[in-house]
């Protein structure tokens, strides 16, 4: 296989574009996710329009032992992957207190312990040969604290953080580590989460726009890359470092309130 990514969360949303963009540039994949028949679907499709090759891994990755069979299968397999893209995830609104303890634990097994696993179990490989590109899907949620999303916004300034952290690390090697951090995107994350019935998803960009950015800041080797935001958002995200907690959290909880 050529220019292999591994992409998870690839059935839907962010992932399945970041599949249909690394296509498009000739690329192999392997996609990640725990609907086979959403992932046999985008094989077929890739396959015959691009041809290239796809395999096609079913894991639930809330599951303490999906990154390792996952890279165990690659290796018996002979595939090296050159692009991971950490890209499954999910949230969930509501206070904290009230949430469903195993939707929260599953959630950080999900966006950190499944995204942290694969790029340890993947990385030293790359560091042998000295190549390789790594992105990580975190959120514009990183940068701020979530009231009515606590642990899913907390989830994701680990996320930022790690991906930040890592590529400095790697600041004397080929390898570079990108952080994708979306708006409100037009995913099955929103109808998931309840999101969709806040006022923070009233103006959603589109999965494309948001993989496409992502896919670009990867291959230039940047370090952050937002995407998906409108004028008034980019505005949001330039003042949030100088207001006051006290104004700024009960701005964020009234934008993730159920209407």
């Known amino acids: 296989m050529n220019k292999v990514a591994l992409i998870t969360g690839a059935s839907s949303g962010i992932g399945k574009e970041l599949a249909h963009i690394h296509a498009e540039n000739g690329g192999d994949l392997v996609i990640v996710a725990r609907s086979e028949d959403k992932l046999k679907q985008l094989k077929l499709a890739l396959e015959g329009k691009y041809n290239i090759n796809v395999k096609v891994i079913t894991k639930d990755l809330t599951k303490s032992t999906a990154p390792q069979e996952i890279f165990d299968e690659l290796q018996q397999s002979g595939i090296q992957v050159e692009y991971l893209m950490n890209n499954a995830g999910f949230g969930g609104i509501g206070k904290f207190h009230e949430r469903d303890w195993e939707d929260d634990l599953g959630m950080i097994r999900l966006n950190i312990i499944a995204l942290t696993a694969l790029t340890r179990l993947f990385l030293p ?3 042998q040969r000295n190549s390789g590109r790594i992105l990580n899907t975190s959120s514009t949620a990183s940068l701020m604290a979530g009231p009515m999303q606590a642990v899913y916004f907390a989830t994701k300034a680990y996320v930022t953080s790690f991906s930040n952290a890592i590529a400095e690390e790697l600041h004397d090697t080929n390898i570079t580590v990108t952080a994708l951090m979306p708006g409100a995107t037009e995913t099955d994350f929103g109808k998931i989460s309840g999101m969709d019935k806040t006022p923070l ?17 990867m291959m230039e080797g940047d370090l952050d890359a937002l995407a998906g935001l409108n004028m008034a958002q980019k505005m949001m ?3 949030i470092p100088i207001t006051p907690k006290k104004v700024l959290l009960p701005q964020i909880r009234k934008m993730q309130e159920v209407k």
């Open 125 to 127: 490989n790359m560091v």
């Open 201 to 217: 998803f009233d103006d959603t960009a589109s999965a494309r726009e948001v993989a496409q950015t992502g896919y670009d800041a």
């Open 237 to 239: 995200m330039k003042a």
